[in-house]
């Protein structure tokens, strides 16, 4: 009963810190313990919690972390791959309604945020496609292609033939470096290029191509590459 008593007033106690002082008074260890308490109703889930951090290393590589990694992890089953991957999921839906059907370059940070909260994380080249209106408003956001570690196959017909079919006037190109550093390969380069021209001969403009990691990010433009 004592031991009972005790976990109910652990967990009653941090929700209340919660719900005061918001996620910025909790570490890391503490707000996995919220996530896991609906998953593991009847476990002290203190120690689960820092052993996710021991292995992934933060908040954010624990909810991006591969679902099959993450079952290695002692303890570890399908209801809590699911909580961590729901939190997950939710920042993705709540990032993407930032900027869906708004002006691109006028909400660049957001469109930033949203990307790298999408595929930074991720272990394989994935190369993504927005595609914006007349009007720079985003339209359509889709995965192209995914790749291997380092490469992923990109075919600049199709990108502008996808272009064509959505009635889209400019695109903005985005794919991840799962090394962590986001500098542009000569491979990047090369294939902006062709992307680029392949555009202009029917009207649709390259706005940009930015490359994200877990260290940050590169745009094209910035660099001066476009």
């Known amino acids: 009963m004592t031991d009972k008593k005790h976990y109910t007033g652990h967990r009653k106690r941090l929700q209340e810190?919660?719900?005061?002082?918001?996620?910025?008074?909790?570490?890391?260890?503490?707000?996995?313990?919220?996530?896991?308490?609906?998953?593991?109703?009847?476990?002290?889930?203190?120690?689960?919690?820092?052993?996710?951090?021991a292995r992934f290393g933060s908040f954010a590589e624990v909810i991006n972390a591969d679902a099959r990694a993450l079952a290695e992890v002692e303890g570890i089953g399908q209801a809590v791959v699911v909580a961590l991957k729901t939190v997950r999921a939710a920042a993705l839906r709540m990032l993407r309604d930032e900027v869906m059907e708004r002006p691109v370059l006028s909400s660049w940070q957001q469109l930033i945020d949203y990307c790298r909260a999408a595929m930074a994380y991720e272990a394989a080249e994935n190369f993504r496609i927005l595609y914006l209106n007349r009007k720079n408003v985003l339209i359509a956001d889709e995965v192209q292609q995914k790749g291997t570690v380092d490469h992923t196959p990109v075919?600049?017909?199709?990108?502008?033939?996808?272009?064509?079919?959505?009635?889209?006037?400019?695109?903005?190109?985005?794919h991840n470096h799962p090394s962590g550093d986001a500098t542009p390969s000569e491979d990047d380069i090369e294939m902006t290029r062709e992307v680029r021209e392949a555009g202009e001969k029917l009207g649709i403009t390259l706005h940009d191509h930015v490359i994200v990691a877990r260290?940050?990010?590169?745009s094209f433009k910035s660099l001066g590459l476009l």
């Open 17 to 53: 810190r919660f719900m005061k002082g918001g996620p910025e008074a909790l570490p890391d260890y503490e707000l996995l313990e919220l996530v896991l308490f609906s998953a593991l109703p009847r476990r002290d889930v203190k120690p689960l919690a820092k052993a996710l951090l």
């Open 155 to 174: 075919y600049p017909r199709e990108v502008v033939k996808r272009a064509l079919e959505l009635g889209a006037s400019a695109l903005i190109m985005v």
């Open 215 to 218: 260290s940050g990010h590169n």
